[in-house]
C-alpha cells in the first residue's frame, strides 16, 4: 500500500510499502484517513537526526493521525469495523516499570511512530493496539482526530503546571504545541494567558482565541505588558514552547513569586539555566515529555466545542502531493501552523 517514506535526509518518496506489523486479538486494523506533519517530521526529513534519533534506513513519516477501523481483533469489545478513531502514537512495554505507574510515556523501551528506526502512520493501513486507539465522536472530522496528539503535549503541559481558576500565564512560543499550550491554559482555567513570540502571523492566529493576549518580543516589552497587567507580580505560570536559547536565561523573570515553570519545547543543544533566579521565586519546575493518559480529555475537548483546532489546520494536501505538502511545511512560513495530509 502507499506510504510517504523518508529514504535519506532531504529525500521523501512515496512508494508501496506493506503494512507494518500483524493483527492480534488485542489489536485494530486502520484506514489512515489524515495525518498532521509534525516538527519533528520536518526535522527528519531537513536534518536527518534529532538528538541522538538518527534516520539511518528508510522510515515510514508521520505520527499524529485518526482514521476508520477496518478490522478488530477477537478480544476487541469496544471497537468495531466502521468506528472513526485516533491513534495514540507511543506503545510502551505494558510490564515495564513506566507503565505500571501511569507514567508510560517515559518508558525507555516506547515505539513512537516515526522516531527511528520505527516506521510512522502516513500509510495506507496500521495495525495499531486497541488499547491506544480511541473512538472520535460524530462531531469532530478525521482532519481534527489527527490533531489531537499535538493538543495533548499542551494538556500535559497544563496538567503539570497544576493550574488553580483565574491563574495568569505566559506562553513562551507561537508555534503549534505554543498554541496548544495557550489554548489548554484557557480550558484548564487561566483567565488570561500572554504568547510571546516574533512572527506577527502567527501570533494573529494565537490572538484569535478570545483569552490570548500575543506579544511580539520584535517591537513590544513583554516583560512590562505582563508586570502592567499583574500590578508588577508577575504571571503565576509560565509554559516555555519555543526551544529557543536565548529564552532560557532569563524565562522565569515572567513568574511571580511561588509560580510554577513548565518546559516545554526541546532545545537543539544545552542552554544556560539561571538557577538561582529560580529559586529566589521558589519556582515549582515542571517539565513536559509528550504525554500519558490524556487523549480522551483531549478528545472531550475538542468534541465538545471548547478547544477549536480547524483554525489551525492551514492546508490539507492529498497523499498523492505528500512531497509538496512536506515541502511546504520545510518552507517555515510565519502564517502556516498545521498541514494536513489526507489520505
Keep these: 500500500m502507499k506510504a510517504v517514506v523518508l529514504e535519506k535526509q532531504g529525500e521523501i518518496v512515496i512508494k508501496d510499502m ?15 484517513k489524515a495525518v498532521g506533519i509534525c516538527g519533528s517530521d520536518v526535522h527528519y526529513y531537513t536534518h536527518g537526526r534529532i538528538g541522538h534519533y538518527v534516520v539511518e534506513q528508510p522510515m515510514i513519516l508521520g505520527h499524529e493521525a485518526a482514521g476508520e477501523i477496518v478490522e478488530a481483533g477477537a478480544n476487541v469489545k469496544d471497537l468495531k469495523p466502521g468506528d472513526r ?45 486497541a488499547e491506544y486507539t480511541y473512538k472520535l465522536p460524530d462531531s469532530m472530522s478525521f482532519g481534527e482526530g489527527a490533531m489531537v496528539e499535538p493538543l495533548s503535549i499542551g494538556l500535559q503541559a497544563a496538567k503539570k503546571a497544576r493550574i488553580v481558576p483565574g491563574d495568569v500565564a505566559v506562553v513562551i512560543g507561537a508555534g503549534t504545541i505554543g498554541i496548544m499550550c495557550a489554548v489548554s491554559a484557557l480550558a484548564g482555567g487561566c483567565s488570561r494567558v500572554f504568547i510571546t513570540d516574533t512572527k506577527k502571523e502567527k501570533l494573529a492566529i494565537a490572538g484569535s482565541y478570545d483569552g ?132
Excluded at 506493506?18 to 489512515?32: A, C, K, L, N
Design 212 to 343: 490570548i493576549t500575543p506579544i511580539n518580543v520584535a517591537t513590544e516589552d513583554a516583560m512590562k505588558i505582563v508586570m502592567d497587567a499583574t500590578g508588577g507580580w508577575g504571571a503565576d505560570v509560565v509554559m516555555e514552547a519555543s526551544g529557543a536559547e536565548a529564552v532560557y536565561p532569563r524565562f522565569s523573570d515572567y513568574a511571580c513569586p511561588g509560580g510554577k515553570a513548565v518546559l516545554v519545547g526541546i532545545p537543539i543543544d544545552p542552554v544556560p539555566f539561571d538557577i538561582a533566579a529560580i529559586q529566589a521565586k521558589e519556582l515549582d519546575l515542571a517539565s513536559v515529555f509528550r504525554y500519558a493518559n490524556i487523549y480522551p480529555r483531549a478528545i472531550n475537548l475538542i468534541g465538545s466545542g471548547k478547544i477549536d483546532v480547524k483554525r489551525l489546520i492551514s492546508k490539507a494536501y492529498p497523499l498523492s502531493d505528500s512531497i509538496a505538502a512536506f515541502q511546504h511545511a520545510a518552507r517555515l512560513e510565519p502564517d502556516v501552523v498545521k498541514i494536513m495530509i489526507e489520505l
Design 85 to 129: 478513531v485516533c491513534m495514540e502514537p507511543g506503545i510502551p512495554n505494558a510490564k515495564s516499570r513506566a507503565a505500571k505507574l501511569g507514567i508510560y510515556n517515559l518508558d525507555p523501551e516506547v515505539r513512537f511512530w516515526a522516531t527511528p528506526p520505527i516506521h510512522g502512520c502516513l500509510i495506507e493501513e496500521v495495525i495499531h493496539p
Design 18 to 32: 506493506p503494512i507494518v506489523g500483524e493483527m492480534t486479538p488485542d489489536s485494530v486494523r486502520i484506514r489512515v
